[in-house]
């Protein structure tokens, strides 16, 4: 292989065996060129989140481009890991299937427990100590997300940077919750590998533009943190994010069950008591419920299956703080 030739190269990073002759295998492509730092990015680790999966073939692609026209610009290592729960992917179900677990409620593993376990072990011994790693999501079937990064307050400090190059719309921290310690991200950051989690568009779709918009951002981070050489051309980041946190994201929830029907578009600057949509009942003409902006600020979660319960999530609107410096 020539010097500055890139190498590509698909593996498993865990194997079992299965009933009727079929077999378990958890890949993994890598793209290595020289000595540099490593980066990784996961998906798929819900089964019906398939933005990930997008972003993974785009990337593949401009790789595989990069390989043809400039390999020596791959001065490290870029590790794929689309399909980190591929019977889920298969059932398009959320959870693992049979174990009915969520994968990102099993981390860090461990090699001798049941699948989600050692589906859980393997990620984590393949991605520790790499320089980043950006584990992408999709949103449920109910809601639409615009681009975010959603980090813990907890690692706040040495993730926001990175986070403000990933030409996202917004950062969102949470505080710490029990639950979230058992994910991917928060098992990776605890060990000192920085773990990006990414959520945008919806369940069981893929949005294109988001998914260009996320990997311009990636090849950003990657090119700042040396994994592609200086000389890279990438276009210039046409994003910049909004900070938000437990003090200025406003929660809507239906008052009354029937189907929600908006008014407006997502990702939408509102006024206070703007309208933003109504409850309906099919079995009535009328309006059960007008649906209202509590505050000045931006429309970031939108429904996107009409039919609500007493309680259900319509939408989310951040009160403004302005742009990240």
């Not at 959603?150 to 940077?161: E, G, K, M, Y």
């Not at 294109?208 to 700042?224: A, E, F, H, N």
């Not at 929830?253 to 029937?258: I, L, R």
Request: charged residues 20%.
């Amino acid at each position: 292989m020539p010097e500055s030739a890139i190498a590509i190269s698909t593996s498993c990073i865990l194997s079992l065996e299965m009933p009727y002759s079929e077999q378990l295998c958890i890949r993994r492509t890598a793209y290595r060129g020289g000595d540099g730092p490593r980066a990784a990015i996961v998906a798929g680790i819900h089964g019906d989140e398939l933005e990930g999966l997008y972003v993974c073939q785009l990337l593949a692609d401009w790789l595989e481009q990069l390989a043809r026209e400039n390999p020596a610009g791959l001065a490290g290592t870029v590790e794929l890991y689309p399909a980190m729960n591929p019977l889920g992917l298969d059932t398009l179900t959320r959870a693992i299937p049979v174990f009915d677990t969520d994968l990102n409620r099993n981390f860090p593993g461990s090699p001798n427990g049941d699948l989600p376990k050692r589906i859980a072990h393997a990620a984590i011994e393949n991605l520790s100590g790499a320089a980043l790693v950006v584990d992408i999501h999709a949103s449920n079937i109910y809601l639409r997300e615009i681009p975010q990064v959603r980090i813990n307050t907890d690692f706040a400090d040495s993730l926001v940077p990175l986070a403000r190059r990933l030409n996202l719309d917004l950062i969102w921290l949470h505080g710490a919750m029990t639950v979230l310690e058992a994910t991917v991200a928060h098992s990776l950051n605890s060990v000192g590998t920085p773990c990006l989690v990414v959520e945008m568009g919806v369940g069981m779709r893929i949005t294109p533009d988001y998914c260009r918009q996320v990997m311009s951002g990636i090849l950003t981070l990657w090119k700042d943190q040396g994994v592609l050489t200086p000389d890279v051309e990438l276009p210039p980041l046409d994003h910049l994010p909004l900070i938000a946190d437990d003090s200025n994201v406003h929660y809507l929830n239906a008052p009354t069950s029937g189907l929600f029907v908006p008014v407006i578009e997502h990702w939408t600057d509102v006024r206070k008591g703007q309208l933003l949509g109504t409850i309906v009942s099919p079995l009535q003409g009328g309006i059960l419920s007008e649906v209202r902006s509590p505050v000045d600020g931006i429309l970031f979660t939108l429904r996107e299956y009409p039919l609500v319960y007493e309680g259900s999530l319509m939408a989310r609107v951040m009160a403004r703080k302005g742009r990240l410096a």
